[in-house]
């Protein structure tokens, strides 16, 4: 019980009307990133760790709706800074996530914080997901943290072939452990709508996020040269003043609560080898 009673509390000190979250926010997602009290590891080769920590499962063959994974990479060979880049730069992105379907920034809210949209593929036959996320970010001292949590924006509602997923807090903590090299913590608790069979968090945990952590740590190596030949000076990340994007009335957001989304149970369904496997 102790998880679901912090779920809501984790991010309710984010102010969309004011379009930031404060320092007590970034200040509980490190805690929570260098933290490993009440987390179980679930993978730990190569420098790249993960964990998960999750209440109670239901009965049968489903996990509970609420997930919370932690993955951390020990990086050698790429500066702090870039890896802040790489995780900020949509353009880039598409290079690097092998789960993304489509991602846009929508609207920006302020020098530090935007809107945007995210949807991605899931392990087949379970239904793909999207979400809408206000996202913030600070630079403080030699640390670099994102942080994003799920809004609800009228001109984009759940779309038809997804389910609305919700982000409670999601983000990166990015600290340098030399000149080029670092520390990279990604950590996500958010809700999938639905009743997931165990197959999937096992997968996720397991299997997909060394998988995208590995994909990465490729994407920092590349980057530099990439970013040489695509719009090398625009970072409107650390150059507010260089964002095109249309500034957006933060009160036209509000927080996506997740008991507002429809619940898709598919707790029944089994991954595909496995199905081929017994037919």
Known sequence: MRYLRRTPGFRKGCDVSGTRCPEATFAEFKKQCLSTDNWANKYDKYGMKVWVESPPADKGNNVARVHKIKCSMKIDDVSAATMYDVVHDGLYRKEWDPAMMESYDVARLSANADVGYYSWRCAKPIKNRDVVSLRSWQVKGDEYTVINFSVKHPKYPPCTGFVRAISILTGYFIKPTGPNSCTFIYLSQADPKGSLPKWVVNQASQVFAPRVMKCVHKAGQNYPEWKRQNSPGQKPWLHPEQS??????????????ADSLENMDESHKVALQDSEDSS
Request: proline content about 14%; glycine content about 8%; hydrophobic content about 35%.
């Open 244 to 257: 095109t994007l249309p500034m957006m009335d933060p009160g036209e957001l509000s927080i996506q609560r």
